[in-house]
């Protein structure tokens, strides 16, 4: 009975970590919805307008020319119709396709009755697959994320191309330094922004007009000096011709604020953005130097996808850190991190965690344990105290445990070792210690030893 109970299969404790794997799709089959709609609606206009343009025209014109005409136009806006709403239609199937393939991927682990079954550890490969190409798509590695996909036939279980136009779009604000194309992206999701109260679109506004301004302090500079003589100084006409561009871009940045900036109601931000027109890109004055810094284009980028993955329910953190931190912290004991490494070379007493486990208290350089004792770290048969996660697991805080498992007689060596009373006498008596001495196992028979009335026993409060 023990046996089953450690091996049932709980499937709703494996599915806190696939929520978005049905989330995504829901949402672009949503977004897809609605610019179905979206072009329905201004296609019906459109035609109704055409339709009464060509009516009123055969009515009044004997000539049929122009009636079929306007009847041209409209079936061509139509057809126009036809296409797009085709294009939407077969990204509708592909959702619907990938949506079937997730909902049978999840029913496959309901269908798991035991942890020790073989489609368990299928299943499991399969997830992992799955959280290694979240992983690189949200790293920016998209082509390999899209052949690791390829080659576990798991395409249409992760969501590759809505990464990639995702990372489009950071890289536009991050290296290229254009707002257009998250521009576009607010406007597709505007009413969902707008109900998360996103400041997005503000601030994407917000950084036209501080480059409008820009623009306008540097031409009014650059211009003047082209037109510098060496012989008879700065030219009247290059200075007034670099004015006038000046405040060409400077009017175009107030008629932008007024038509983005003013209604947000944020009358501090609102001061600083017009105390830009009076300081200069080169004026180290706070707080106008961090408008014009260019690390607010790396600001845009992380708050584009602090806002996308909101839209789109996905966490913050890639699944596999989420998953990683959970198994660390399910695995970590306060022996993986303590100043003394937990023993590996006796194989009566291998579990670390279990049976022996390390005080920290005593720090002091005569106490620490031999070289080859530290060095055993690199073997541990504990995976929190490999080399490879040990650093890792360090910051992961300790898994509750409802149960302790130790030995019922454990005594402590004056090296700060615990083992059962027991079965350190047993192994004493097994590798030949003399009779009333004590060896630490883990140092083997070339280590230090006691006597055992250096040996304390341990009481657990």
């Known amino acids: 009975m023990a046996e089953l109970t450690t091996t049932k299969l709980n499937a709703e404790s494996h599915l806190l970590l696939d929520q978005p794997l049905l989330r995504m799709p829901h949402e672009l089959s949503r977004r897809n919805q609605k610019n179905a709609q979206r072009y329905i609606e201004n296609s019906t206009k459109d035609a109704l307008f055409a339709l009464t343009t060509a009516t009123k025209t055969a009515s009044k014109s004997s000539n049929p020319d122009a009636t079929l005409a306007s009847l041209d136009g409209l079936i061509s806006k139509m057809n126009g119709l036809k296409r797009k709403l085709e294009n939407l239609h077969e990204e509708e199937m592909r959702l619907?396709?990938?949506?079937?393939?997730?909902?049978?991927h999840l029913q496959d682990l309901y269908e798991v009755q035991s942890l020790a079954d073989v489609k368990y550890d299928e299943w499991s490969r399969t997830r992992l697959s799955r959280l290694l190409v979240d992983y690189l798509l949200r790293e920016g590695y998209a082509e390999s994320a899209a052949h690791l996909a390829a080659s576990q036939g798991i395409e249409e279980l992760v969501d590759?191309?809505?990464?990639?136009?995702?990372h489009r779009i950071e890289k536009s604000l991050r290296e290229e330094r254009i707002t257009q194309l998250a521009l576009n992206w607010c406007k597709e999701n505007s009413k969902e922004l707008k109900k998360q109260g996103s400041m997005l679109e503000f601030e994407l506004r917000l950084q036209q007009y501080i480059e409008l301004v820009r623009q306008g302090h540097l031409a009014g500079m650059s211009d003047a000096g082209m037109d510098v003589d060496s012989m008879n100084g700065v030219s009247l006409d290059g200075a007034t011709s670099a004015a006038r561009k000046s405040e060409e871009k400077l009017v175009e940045a107030?008629?932008?604020?007024?038509?983005?900036?003013?209604?947000?109601g944020d009358f501090?931000?609102?001061?600083?953005?017009?105390?830009?027109?009076?300081y200069r890109p080169w004026d180290d004055v706070k707080p106008y130097s961090d408008l014009y810094s260019p690390t607010r284009w790396t600001h845009l980028a992380h708050l584009f996808l602090t806002t996308h993955h909101t839209l789109y329910s996905?966490?913050?953190r890639p699944l596999l850190h989420i998953a990683l931190s959970a198994g660390l912290s399910a695995l970590k004991t306060p022996a993986c991190h303590s100043h003394y490494t937990a023993p590996t070379t006796m194989p009566a007493l291998s579990n670390p965690h279990n049976s022996s486990s390390k005080t920290p208290s005593n720090t002091s350089s005569t106490n620490h344990p031999p070289a080859s004792t530290s060095a055993s770290a690199t073997t541990s048969v504990c995976p929190i105290c490999s080399t490879e996660l040990n650093a890792l697991a360090r910051n992961v805080p300790y898994a509750h445990h409802s149960k302790s498992l130790v030995e019922q007689d454990p005594v402590v060596l004056p090296n700060g070792s615990i083992y059962g009373k027991e079965r350190l006498r047993k192994w004493c008596e097994m590798v030949g210690v003399e009779e009333g001495w004590v060896r630490d196992p883990g140092q083997g028979l070339g280590g230090q030893k006691w006597s055992w009335g250096e040996v304390r026993k341990v009481f657990i409060m």
Request: aromatic share 4%.
């Open 96 to 104: 619907h396709k990938s949506n079937r393939a997730r909902l049978q």
């Open 160 to 166: 590759v191309d809505a990464f990639v136009a995702c």
């Open 254 to 264: 107030r008629t932008h604020a007024k038509k983005y900036l003013s209604a947000s």
């Open 268 to 278: 501090a931000l609102l001061g600083k953005a017009a105390g830009l027109l009076a």
């Open 314 to 316: 996905l966490p913050p």
